[in-house]
C-alpha cells in the first residue's frame, strides 16, 4: 500500500494560508519521493459539537473545498467525517488512525495547528507522537500578507463588512456563492432590470448587504457579467427576509430551477431604501453603468 505525506484541516474556503501549506507539503513530498495528500473532515466540528450550528457560516462548501485542493495538484483527498466520536480521540489516537487507515508516513502541517479532542495536540504534542511512530513531522510558517497572518476567521469579518476586496485578496480567488434560480416576484422585469432569485445551501456565508459587481457561470456559461443585490428590499416588501438577486447583463434566457454561481468582484453601495419605482430604476441604472466600467477597469473605486 503507498505510503503518503499529509496535511490536515478544515481547510475553509482555502485560502492563501492553506495554499502556502499545501505548496509546502507538495515541496516535502518531492524531497521524499512521496505522493501527497490533505485530510479534511466535514462537517464542521461546531455543527456537531455546537448547540447552535445555524450561526456557523462558512466560506465553501464540501465539494468547493475538495474541488480547490484537488486543483492543487494534491495527490489525493481524504475527507473524514466528523463526529462527537471522532471528536473524543487524543492527538497520539488520531496520528495512530492516519497511520493505520491511511498509511501516512509523515506529517506537514500549519503554524497553528491543533489536533485531537478539545484541540489539545499542538505542533510539539505532534512532533512528540510523529517521533514516536517514526514519521516525518515538519511545521509550515504563517503565510503573512500586508503584515496580517491570513485566516478563515479574518475573511469572514471583511465579507460581513463588505470588504469583498480585502476579502478576496485573502482567498486568492473572487469569494463565491452557488445556488439555485428560485420563482419571484418578477419585479424587477417589469422595470427592465430582470433578476434571478437565488435560493443558497446551507451554512454559506452571506457578505454584507447591498450591490455588487459579480460575475457568473451558468450551465457552461462562464464570466457573464452582472450586478447582485443582497437586502431585505425594503422599499417593496415588508417580510424582513434577505434575499439574493442577480441581474445578469445583456441576457434574457428562462433559467428557473438550474444552478447558478455568483464571484463577488466589486462592493459598490449599500442597501437602501427609495421613495417611488423611478427613483430605484434611476439608481439601478447607476449601478450598471459603474459596474460596466469596473467590469472594463477591473478596479472600482468610490
Excluded at 467525517?81 to 495512530?96: L, R, V
Excluded at 501516512?104 to 502541517?109: D, E, S, T
Aim: one cysteine or more.
Amino acid at each position: 500500500m503507498e505510503k503518503y505525506i499529509a496535511t490536515t484541516g478544515f481547510f475553509d474556503g482555502v485560502h492563501r494560508g492553506h495554499v502556502a501549506v499545501i505548496n509546502k507539503l507538495k515541496m516535502t513530498g518531492l524531497y521524499l519521493n512521496l505522493p501527497v495528500c490533505a485530510v479534511t473532515f466535514w462537517p464542521h466540528p461546531r455543527i456537531v459539537l455546537n448547540n447552535e450550528p445555524e450561526k456557523l457560516k462558512l466560506l465553501s462548501s464540501l465539494e468547493e473545498k475538495k474541488r480547490r485542493i484537488e486543483a492543487l495538484g494534491i495527490d489525493k483527498v481524504i475527507i473524514i467525517p466528523f463526529t462527537k466520536e471522532f471528536s473524543e480521540m487524543s492527538p497520539q489516537q488520531f496520528i495512530d488512525e492516519l497511520v493505520k487507515k491511511y498509511n501516512i508516513a509523515g506529517l506537514c502541517v500549519g503554524y497553528d495547528h491543533h489536533i485531537g479532542k478539545n484541540r489539545t495536540g499542538g505542533f510539539d504534542a505532534i512532533k512528540g507522537i510523529c517521533n514516536k511512530f517514526g514519521l516525518y513531522c515538519e511545521q509550515v510558517q504563517p503565510f503573512v500578507m500586508d503584515g496580517r497572518i491570513i485566516s478563515s476567521q479574518k475573511i469572514r469579518k471583511c465579507l460581513t463588512d463588505g470588504n469583498i476586496e480585502e476579502a478576496n485578496s485573502m482567498l486568492g480567488y473572487s469569494y463565491t456563492l452557488t445556488g439555485t434560480v428560485v420563482h419571484g416576484k418578477k419585479l424587477g422585469r417589469t422595470i427592465g432590470f430582470p433578476t434571478a432569485n437565488i435560493e443558497l445551501k446551507s451554512f454559506k456565508l452571506i457578505p454584507h448587504n447591498g450591490v455588487y459587481a459579480v460575475t457568473i457561470a451558468l450551465d457552461n456559461r462562464l464570466n457573464l457579467k452582472g450586478m447582485l443585490y443582497i437586502g431585505k428590499k425594503s422599499s417593496v416588501d415588508s417580510s424582513g427576509k434577505v434575499f439574493i438577486e442577480v441581474h445578469i447583463f445583456d441576457f434574457d434566457d428562462d433559467i428557473y430551477n438550474q444552478e447558478i454561481s455568483v464571484s463577488f468582484e466589486h462592493f459598490i453601495r449599500e442597501d437602501m431604501k427609495f421613495d417611488s419605482i423611478d427613483d430605484m430604476k434611476t439608481q439601478l441604472a447607476e449601478d450598471k453603468r459603474l459596474i460596466e466600467l469596473s467590469h472594463i477597469c477591473h478596479v472600482y473605486t468610490i
